[in-house]
């Protein structure tokens, strides 16, 4: 087992139990979660600071300083992230996750002159279907789950510790329940956030799915607009000439249903079924098609 995260037991075979392994997992998260905190704390002691410094230093030596100190602090981060990397993968036994650096050549095609970040690439190998948010909902299987588990920790420790366990657990699911019932958990770190929030803001790229598969493909917007005006080049499209074309395509449907109507062809209640309202023009847009060369899009029309 590890020494970095070192517990006296009263029992020492629970040391190969998944309990134990569990708790020094709960245990590294702690430590992260606090290095976290105390570096946002250093930060904004930090930008303070320069701000202070900027006062009193030329520009140049002020970029200068705010220059080595960003520098410091990312060789402080770098160091943290892999020793709490080698930290995981010495608990784990092997690699901790997915292996982002083989399945990013499979789930990402990026196309476009912009450069995807690590966590940007970490947070799009996620996927189309991953929950950024997720809410609990059923608490009675919430609170199943934790008795049941709770139950498996009572042959391996006394039968008062047991019950002091089970008092201490009651209390902290009842108040988790009552903070989440109302609540959204976030399942994303802070950083995949701002990365989340860069890349919704970066107006240059397109992000859209491949036409078969679940894979994300990026291009350059101007990249994009020049294939789909490709497309709308052919025969099968037709420019419209006004903002009012479906309105008055939808005038005209309308009263042919209603001549139809005059005629006894249909009754009353079906008049109203086929009568359009409210209609708006379809939108088109393309699916690139990532196992193909040069990535052609796969022209759609929705109407919904």
């Known amino acids: 087992m590890p020494t970095f995260v070192n517990i006296r037991l009263w029992k020492p075979s629970l040391k190969n139990s998944e309990q134990y392994k569990s708790l020094q997992r709960q245990c590294l998260l702690r430590e992260f979660d606090y290095k976290q905190k105390h570096a946002r704390k250093l930060e904004k ?14 520009s140049l030596d ?4 705010k220059k080595s100190c960003h520098e410091s602090a990312c060789r402080v981060h770098c160091k943290v992230m892999s020793t709490h990397q080698e930290k995981l ?14 399945i990013k050549s499979k789930l990402i095609h990026n196309i476009s002159s912009y450069t995807l970040s690590k966590t940007e690439e970490r947070l799009l190998c996620r996927g189309w279907d991953f929950c950024i948010e997720n809410k609990i909902t059923n608490f009675l299987d919430f609170e199943t789950d934790i008795e049941f588990n709770a139950m498996k920790i009572q042959p391996h420790c006394h039968e008062s510790v047991f019950r002091l366990l089970c008092r201490q657990i009651h209390n902290a699911s009842q108040q988790l329940m009552r903070t989440s019932k109302y609540k959204k958990i976030s399942n994303l770190s802070d950083e995949e956030l701002a990365a989340l929030k860069s890349l919704k803001s970066n107006n240059n790229i397109v992000i859209c799915k491949a036409d078969k598969g679940n894979c ?23 420019a419209v000439n006004h903002n009012k074309f479906h309105q008055e ?21 079906l008049r109203h079924q086929l009568q359009s309202t ?24 929705s109407t919904i």
């Open 89 to 102: 993968e010495k608990l784990n036994r092997g690699p901790v996750g997915q292996n982002y650096d083989e």
């Open 249 to 269: 395509r939808e005038e005209e449907l309308n009263k042919y249903i209603f001549s139809l109507f005059k005629e006894n062809i249909i009754d009353k209640k």
């Open 216 to 238: 994300i493909v990026i291009l350059d917007k101007d990249s994009y607009i020049k294939k789909a005006e490709e497309i709308l080049k052919g025969e099968q499209f037709q």
């Open 62 to 65: 002020y970029i200068n300083v």
């Open 45 to 58: 002691q930090a930008s303070l600071i320069l701000i202070d410094l900027e006062k009193h230093l030329s």
């Open 278 to 301: 409210c209609s708006s023009i379809s939108v088109f847009y393309g699916l690139p098609k990532a196992h193909k060369n040069g990535y052609p899009l796969r022209p759609i029309i």
